[in-house]
């Protein structure tokens, strides 16, 4: 049984066969879907790259690829799989500040010394202002 995905052609992976082991890594692998901070979402992609057939694991799958591609859409940030998962931070570098890792593995980073000149952070509420605050904050206190 060959299930499709997504319809939608603007969001990755939209109609590729979940039972496709291949398929399964590319759409892990996919930064908008942010599969980082799903816990045991690296145990399911394996499970199910194993055993691709399975009903059960292309369930949960598939309704955990659709929760978080809703959160993709209600955020409404186009930057939303840049963002680095729950917990971890890019890589040190000296002088820089580390704030995200960009889909091409490059790390977007701040020098240090431009904190100590203003900074304005702007975007709608629920852009992720605060958040990105400090994500920066702590990397600047790993950077110290």
Known sequence: MTRRVGSHPRWPGARQAVDDPLAIWQLFHEPMYRWGDVPGSEVLCEQLMLNPQDPYLQDVFEQVRQ?????????????????????????????????????????????????????????????????????LIAAALRCV
């Open 67 to 135: 929760d978080q591609l809703a959160q993709a859409v209600v955020s409404g940030n186009p930057f939303h799989g840049n963002a680095p998962p729950v917990g971890v931070l890019p890589p040190l570098m000296p002088g820089k500040i580390p704030v995200a890792t960009l889909p091409t593995g490059n790390v977007l980073s701040i020098d240090a010394i431009a904190l100590t000149k203003n900074l304005c952070v702007v975007g709608p509420s629920g852009s992720g202002k605060t958040n990105w605050l400090r994500v």
